[in-house]
């Protein structure tokens, strides 16, 4: 079990390729005990972006502050406070900020495989 402000969880940036502006907390990772899914928090700055990428695993995101569009292979949805995605498995995706003066914060849990 694990019980803790998510402020107390390191922030890193996103050392990815293609990643501008980008920063996450594993808030729950195999080691708390999770065996299965691993929770992360994002912070996108205004302009930011992740990068425009696909993986074998899904994710599952909900949308906490800011504004942006999720760049999803040829189409592109928008995205504020409250949306809910789900990305399927080795889909091309990427998270962007369209705000010029808001960061874009988001859940996103991932499997492990």
């Known amino acids: ?3 803790i402000d998510y402020k107390k969880v390191e922030e890193m940036p996103v050392d990815m390729e ?16 999770a065996p299965n ?3 992360r928090l994002f912070r996108v700055l205004p302009g930011g ?3 425009y990428h696909s993986h074998p695993y899904e994710h599952e995101v909900f ?11 040829d189409k592109e ?17 990427q998270f ?5 003066n808001e960061e874009l914060k988001f859940i996103c849990v991932i499997p492990y495989k």
Do not use: Q
Request: zero cysteines; charged letters at 30%; a positive charge.
């Open 1 to 3: 079990m694990k019980v």
């Open 18 to 33: 293609g990643a501008k502006d980008v920063f996450i907390r594993w808030l729950v990772t195999k080691e708390d005990g």
């Open 37 to 39: 899914f691993a929770m």
């Open 49 to 51: 972006h992740t990068p």
């Open 63 to 73: 949308v906490l502050e800011g504004k942006g569009k999720l760049v999803f292979e």
């Open 77 to 93: 949805y928008e995205l504020k406070s409250g949306t809910v995605v789900y990305i399927d498995p080795d889909k091309r995706h």
């Open 96 to 100: 962007v900020n369209t705000s010029h």
